[in-house]
Nanobody, 117 residues
Framework: QVQLVESGGGLVQPGGSLRLSCAASRIIVSAYTMGWYRQAPGKQRELVATITSSGSTNYADSKKGRITISRDNAKNTVYLQMNNLKPEDTAVYYC???????????WGKGTLVTVSS
C-alpha cells in the first residue's frame, strides 16, 4: 500500500516557523506532483502548495512568500517550510501525491499545526 506519513506539526507562537515533512513509501516522490493541503475546523480542505515532477512550484496566493515546498529525492520526502505563522494557519495539514491531474490520488492522515500564544 502507498503511504504518506506527515510529521513536524505542533504548537508554535505567532510569528514562529515550522517545517513539515511527508515521508512516502511505495511511490517515488520525484515522479509525482506532491502537495500540501490544510483543513481548519469547520472549513473545507484548501491548497497550500504543490511541486511537480519537473520541480515547478505553485502556492496559494495568500501564502506565497511565507511558505516553501521542497523535496529530498534521496530521502523520498517532501517538506513544507512555513514562516511567520499566524493563528489563522491553525489546521490539520495533509500531504498529497497525484498523477494525471488526480487520476491517481493519495493522501496522508495529516499533522496538526496550532498557532497560538
Amino acid at each position: 500500500q502507498v503511504q504518506l506519513v506527515e510529521s513536524g506539526g505542533g504548537l508554535v507562537q505567532p510569528g514562529g516557523s515550522l517545517r513539515l515533512s511527508c515521508a512516502a513509501s511505495r511511490i517515488i516522490v520525484s515522479a509525482y506532483t506532491m502537495g500540501w493541503y490544510r483543513q481548519a475546523p469547520g472549513k473545507q480542505r484548501e491548497l497550500v502548495a504543490t511541486i511537480t515532477s519537473s520541480g515547478s512550484t505553485n502556492y496559494a496566493d495568500s501564502k506565497k512568500g511565507r511558505i516553501t515546498i521542497s523535496r529530498d529525492n534521496a530521502k523520498n520526502t517532501v517538506y513544507l517550510q512555513m514562516n511567520n505563522l499566524k493563528p489563522e494557519d491553525t489546521a490539520v495539514y495533509y500531504c498529497n501525491a497525484q498523477l494525471w491531474s488526480g487520476a491517481v490520488d493519495y493522501w496522508g492522515k495529516g499533522t496538526l499545526v496550532t498557532v497560538s500564544s
